[in-house]
């Protein structure tokens, strides 16, 4: 299996009555402040506030009936594990999550409220999976993986397909997505890249979890002795399949910084008047630090999530 | 001249070009707490951040030739002055604004961008209203009140319009809109009563500029000694030809607390991930309060904004 146009646009067909077409917004200030016309694909307004939704139901739809009665599983910090909790009560299966420790209360009841089992484990990457195998031993459950699935990458996609379409002629000259494990990036580069080949895909990055950009320029993945980043979406070190694929279908990875982050999310807040997590803002964050040229270009940017604790918002915690 | 769904549809085609059709949100949090279907009009995503900007653009360009060469001017402290600050550089004539002294810098800001001459002046309706007539006089401006003008009243019934359209079959049976001068609430009562009889229209207020309430009791207008809420665009009393409308097509006005305002407004950004200014988030108050049953109902509710400092967030205010 892999992941191409067809898939996406199959799990298009498959997920369009469990997920919402989301809106894609633009603004009169941020156009005329960058002399580009900016196209926001808000995915925060998606349901569980983040693109996840679709790959997880793309996933968990995907299933033989007899695969599915055993269920689902997965190891995730947030927006992956709800996305797979919702998608698993929609279909009627149980799911498993896994969830380290220190996950944050407004996450662990984002998942909670679809009922699945939430196990808690200790929060290394290596605790998650040995919990996860456990899982798969004694119930069967098929592991959903947040980004290397390839029916995960091919869902997330649908969001790029969307896009594309409710952008008017000429349509656009360049994308610019998040990566964090690679799963919306390889989604959304392979859907671009196939509609509308003359068009850039751009993914962007915290500075204080570059392993993707890294491996961009090394050709081999490098995961970080750390990782340090309000972007909590994007702190995961990206797959091996997802790596393959963004070599071939992506044209460059440029990062930024924390304070950048902070500032265009709070800019989004203001002049879009939607919300937007730390992670969702980035690609705006490469606009406004000048990582990227936009003048006189149509440009795409996923908003790919909105889940934030609205006590603490960064820029007022100085 | 008068409001009937006619000048509205004419309006609608009138603006349609320069105003965002906006989408309507829903939220299966919501549905599921509320055991009714919940259909957010999203007017805090159009442009200026609130539907301030159908009226204001409806009036703008329904002046003739020799009217709009000598511009408009108006007295607001917000929203309507920034939606006829945009409408008037769209169509290239020019605008006064009068404000009070005391208006908030961001709000300032957000009518600046569009180029407008800005008077300041006393922050009482008297200093306002004599600023005005003295532009007008001198300049031979046309007035375009910000909720009395029948132009305006047709432009923010748009949105209704809109909202009615974009619910799927069998429609709804009920509509919550503020009220503060009654324009948006005309507009969205006689759209939806010329299109949907068998639905209730009915106004939220909060009880801390509770004029309106008190004249649908009465039957007369009786302007407050004092009005205290964070609701600032609702503290304006009604007015005389609003009224009128209102009395012959609103079912009921009921009013909400402050706290409830601001856990309303808390709670729309938590789950429709969608900035609403306390103004915006009061029919939702109305239910989160008990003030409206929705229980097995199809609910439209306008959020009419989303201008708010993101620097004081009022629950975090303490």
Redesign the interface.
């Known amino acids: 299996m892999s992941l191409t146009l067809a898939t996406i646009r199959a799990a298009h067909t498959r997920i369009h009555p469990h997920i919402r077409r989301t809106?894609v917004?633009t603004s009169?200030?941020l156009d005329a402040a960058w002399s580009g016309s900016l196209f926001f694909k808000c995915e925060?307004?998606q349901?569980v506030?983040a693109f996840k939704a679709r790959g997880a139901t793309n996933a968990v739809f995907s299933l033989t009936a007899a695969e599915a009665a055993r269920g689902v599983c997965t190891h995730s910090s947030g927006n992956h594990a709800a996305a797979l909790a919702r998608a698993a009560k929609l279909r009627g299966i149980p799911a498993v999550i896994v969830m380290p420790s220190n996950t944050p209360q407004i996450k662990v009841r984002n998942v909670e409220?679809f009922g699945p089992r939430i196990l808690f484990c200790e929060p290394t990457q290596q605790a998650r999976e040995a919990a996860c195998e456990r899982i798969v031993a004694e119930t069967g459950a098929t592991l959903i993986h947040p980004f290397t699935d390839y029916r995960v990458m091919a869902g997330q996609g649908t969001a790029a397909i969307e896009l594309l379409e409710d952008v008017a002629a000429p349509g656009l000259d360049l994308v610019l997505c998040p990566v964090g494990g690679g799963g919306l990036l390889c989604g959304t580069a392979v859907a671009v890249k196939s509609l509308t080949p003359t068009a850039r895909v751009v993914a962007c990055e915290p500075a204080g979890a570059a392993d993707a950009a890294a491996a961009f320029r090394t050709g081999r993945i490098e995961p970080l002795a750390q990782v340090a980043t309000i972007a909590d979406g994007l702190r995961t070190t990206i797959g091996e399949e997802n790596f393959a694929l963004i070599r071939t279908h992506v044209d460059d990875i440029v990062t930024v910084s924390e304070a950048s982050i902070v500032a265009a999310m709070?800019r989004l807040?203001?002049t879009?008047?939607?919300?937007v997590e730390p992670s969702g803002a980035v690609p705006f964050a490469a606009i406004q630090e000048g990582k990227v040229d936009v003048r006189g270009k149509r440009v795409g940017l996923i908003l790919s999530g909105?889940?934030v604790d609205?006590?603490t918002?960064p820029?007022?915690n100085k």
Chains 1, 2 share one sequence.
């Open positions: 809106p917004l009169e200030a925060n307004l349901h506030g409220r709070r807040w203001e879009l008047r939607v919300v909105g889940n609205l006590d918002l820029w007022l």
